[in-house]
Nanobody
């Protein structure tokens, strides 16, 4: 089973940027990649995905225009570029790789947006 490891989280001031990485133990060529976050006391929320089938990217309204998902299949890595961060973006961020009925989650990385 594919193993995923997120990195790049940390503390950032409002208005700042972070880039999260999702490194995979194998090829991501045929996988769709999605990013989620879970804020304290809230359910896990889908932020967006990069589809393998049509190459498109899709975003939740809460992050559209601020977050960008990309992937570098040669490096078996996906990214979440986060700009114009606000305190409400605080939470644990997870990546998920899915292909047909098979999927894998990373362990998550903490992002805190605070002054």
């Amino acid at each position: 089973q594919l193993k995923l490891v997120e990195s790049g989280g940390g503390l950032v001031q409002p208005g700042g940027s972070l880039r999260l990485s999702c490194g995979a133990s194998g090829s991501l060529d045929w996988y769709s990649i999605a990013w989620f976050r879970q804020a304290p006391g809230k359910e896990r929320e889908g932020l967006g995905c990069a589809s393998d089938s049509d190459g498109g990217t899709y975003y939740a309204d809460s992050v559209k225009g601020r977050f960008t998902i990309s992937r570098d299949n040669a490096k078996n890595t996906a990214y979440l570029q986060m700009d114009s961060l606000i305190p409400e973006d605080t939470g644990v961020y997870y990546c998920k790789a899915a292909m047909d009925s098979s999927y894998s989650w990373g362990q998550g990385t903490q992002v805190t947006v605070s002054s």
